[in-house]
């Protein structure tokens, strides 16, 4: 992998490609427009609502923690934001997958912009883990069994080396990863259709409004809804000497398990959002349903988003 660039290079490639982007008005190879056909028919409503977590569901909250410890919003005794469930926005879906057995399995994920308007961000421990990862495939704003904006089909999964290295808790640092999607069976990549976020790099750790959204693994509906809750970050620094790290920490209530890989966001100057994090990092998300946590992105994540937009084989 190239060496970490700044963060100014983000504008600059995102300046110097646009030009060679691809139209989006027709699918240029039919293999795969057939594969997001498929991909397409394959993800029906009652599918999708049968899918599980790509890991197992945050425990239930347990009792009163002490102050600043894990599982703790924080030391100032705040009460935890309410999430409530909403239609979703259009940036923000669910990758789904059918694993070795067969099993359906979901994690969420932001589209982000690019120069080839194709690139997703996620949580690394969604996909990291060897497992066949079959009709691997991105609904953006997966609501109510809908597919609103269709069907993309994934053609690249790049996560740091550290992260495979290390595992999940080893590596929590580095749990995030940049996903390339093919385009929809129209030949339309995903950003043209959905819109993207900016991606930030060392946007600090105190941010008072951030918005954080999570698709739960489990609901009283048949077809589940995503979950949308406003709160503030600060830093947490881990005790756990097997997850070092420094993390963003959100108290938000209610984000279960399948919230792995939701956005946080915070508002851009030009009134659309910024990317800051995703749900994952401590303890892959954190350990009760209350307090989510992300991996801090820095330039090693920006080396994946460049990895990406040129195409280099992905770590393995």
């Known amino acids: 992998m190239r060496r970490p660039l700044a963060a100014t290079a983000l504008a ?23 594969l997001a056909v498929a991909a397409d028919a394959y993800w029906t409503a009652d599918r999708m609502a049968a899918a599980l977590p790509a890991e197992a569901v945050r425990r239930a909250a347990a009792g009163p923690s002490a102050p600043g410890s894990p599982g703790t919003p924080d030391a100032r005794k705040a009460p935890v934001p309410p999430s409530h469930p909403f239609d979703g926005l259009p940036q923000v879906g669910t990758f789904f997958w059918t694993d070795g057995q067969g099993q359906g399995r979901f994690c969420g994920g932001t589209v982000v ?33 809908l597919k609103p904006h269709g069907v993309f089909p994934v053609e690249a999964i790049y996560i740091d ?121 401590y303890h892959t998300g954190g350990d009760t349903p209350d307090v989510s946590y992300s991996s801090y992105f820095t330039e090693d994540l920006l080396d994946l988003y460049v990895d990406a937009v040129h195409g280099e084989p992905p770590a393995g």
Not at 115 to 144: E, G, I, M, T, W
């Open 161 to 281: 080396q550290r992260y495979y290295d290390l595992g999940t808790d080893g590596g929590a640092r580095w749990d995030y990863t940049v996903v390339r999607l093919g385009d929809r069976s129209d030949g339309i990549p995903v950003e043209r259709v959905t819109g993207g976020f900016d991606l930030a790099f060392h946007p600090g750790y105190r941010h008072a409004d951030v918005r954080l959204i999570g698709y739960p693994g489990n609901s009283d509906a048949k077809y589940p809804k995503p979950l949308d809750c406003r709160s503030a970050t600060r830093r947490y620094t881990s005790t756990d000497p097997k997850a070092p790290g420094d993390f963003l920490e959100i108290p938000c209530a209610g984000y279960v398990g399948g919230t792995s890989g939701g956005p946080f966001l915070i508002r851009s100057g030009t009134g659309g959002y910024r990317l800051i994090g995703v749900i994952g990092g």
């Open 113 to 145: 912009r690019s120069p080839y308007r194709n690139l997703v961000v996620s949580a690394a421990h969604c996909l990291r883990r060897p497992d066949p990862k079959r009709r691997l495939s991105f609904v953006p704003q997966y609501h109510d069994g």
């Open 12 to 34: 600059a490639l995102l300046l110097g490609l646009t030009a060679l982007s691809p139209g989006g008005t027709a699918a240029a190879d039919p293999g795969q427009r057939a």
